[in-house]
Nanobody
C-alpha cells in the first residue's frame, strides 16, 4: 500500500527527493512519517506530516535540511533532502499512522513501505 522511491547514490552536499505513493486506500487523517535505518542501528524517526492540518515535525539532525510535504490529491508524501551528509546514509521508510501525536514512534505506524536506499558519499 505504500511505495517508497527516489533513493540512490549522491555526493555529500547534494540533494535528493524521496517519494511515497499510497495505493489501495486513502489516508485523510493521522500522520505520514519517514524513518531511516542504518546498518546495525535501530529505525529512527526522520520527519512526519499530518494529513489534515499539514503540521510538520523533524528530528533535530535534519532540521533546516529536509522538508516533508504531501499531495492529498495524489495521495503521496515527499521528503526533499538537501545538504546531504554521509551520516544520512540509510534505508528510508515511509509509514502511515492513524495518530496525530506519537508521530516519532514507529510503534504507532501501522502501514510501512518497503524502503529505499540512500547512500551519501564523502
Amino acid at each position: 500500500q505504500l511505495q517508497a522511491s527516489g533513493g540512490g547514490l549522491v555526493q555529500a552536499g547534494g540533494s535528493l527527493r524521496l517519494s511515497c505513493a499510497v495505493s489501495g486506500r486513502t489516508f485523510s487523517s493521522g500522520s505520514m512519517g519517514w524513518f531511516r535505518q542504518a546498518p546495525g542501528k535501530e529505525r529512527d524517526f526522520v520527519a512526519a506530516i499530518n494529513w489534515s492540518g499539514g503540521g510538520t515535525y523533524y528530528t533535530d539532525s535534519v532540521k533546516g535540511r529536509f522538508t516533508i510535504s504531501r499531495d492529498n490529491a495524489k495521495n503521496a508524501v515527499y521528503l526533499q533532502m538537501n545538504s546531504l551528509k554521509p551520516e544520512d546514509t540509510a534505508i528510508y521508510y515511509c509509514a502511515a499512522s492513524s495518530y496525530y501525536n506519537h508521530y516519532d514512534d514507529p510503534r504507532f505506524y501501522r502501514y510501512w513501505g518497503q524502503g529505499t536506499q540512500l547512500t551519501v558519499s564523502s
